[in-house]
């Protein structure tokens, strides 16, 4: 179980890496018509309740949904359904971050890149991208740590199949339902534990970065 919990949310964080970097640079550094909307929109899971979150990724992805219905596989009350939540719900923070280390790079650089002629792509890849890494690093090891504890979202569209889809927050609830307290307060001390390490690594990285 903790080793899938593990497992998920790695998955789920390298899932948002490529998106995610990708509309944190856009809002960072370019103006466009729509941007409140798209800003708005990224951020809609961080004050939405999880569960309302997770309706609707079952409305979109289950067996008749838009998007569901189109896959060659099934997704809600899998593995899949889990790696889902987790990477929509810690969406947001990694976007959040990553934007602020965007707009923290000189773009003094990229306009010296520019001027000798580097394309877009370029600067972007040896100048933005590695100026910014300590601040996107954090970002990931801040949305990792959201996706470890996430739990709203998941129950509700993956469910709690033992040795499927059950992971330690979910554990956690159903230990409490149970009476079996003990078997609780363990799994909470462990994702208490890794939250912690988690948070302290992006910390120091955002200063690091900030230096």
Request: aromatic residues 8%; glycine residues 8%; charged residues 15%.
């Amino acid at each position: 179980m903790i080793a899938f919990t593990i497992e998920m949310a790695l998955a789920a964080t390298i899932l948002l890496l490529v998106p995610g970097t990708l509309i944190a640079w856009l809002l960072a550094r370019r103006g466009w018509r729509g941007k409140t909307l798209v800003e708005t929109i990224v951020m809609l899971p961080l004050v939405m309740p999880p569960v309302a979150t997770g309706l609707i990724l079952l409305q979109l992805f289950g067996r008749r949904g838009p998007i569901g219905s189109r896959l060659g596989f099934d997704v809600i009350f899998t593995w899949r359904a889990v790696v889902l939540a987790m990477s929509v719900m810690a969406f947001p923070l990694f976007v959040r971050t990553a934007r602020v280390a965007f707009e923290q790079v000189n773009r003094r650089y990229e306009d010296i890149a520019r001027t000798l002629g580097a394309s877009e792509a370029r600067v972007f890849f040896t100048i933005t991208l590695p100026l910014a890494a300590r601040g996107l690093i954090a970002g990931a090891v801040i949305a990792f740590a959201r996706a470890l504890g996430e739990f709203g979202a998941t129950i509700l569209i993956a469910g709690n199949i033992p040795g499927q889809t059950s992971t330690i927050a979910v554990s956690i609830y159903t230990f409490v339902q149970l009476g079996e307290d003990r078997a609780a307060m363990s799994l909470l001390a462990i994702s208490v534990g890794i939250a912690f390490a988690a948070i302290l690594a992006s910390e120091l990285l955002l200063r690091k970065a900030r230096a």
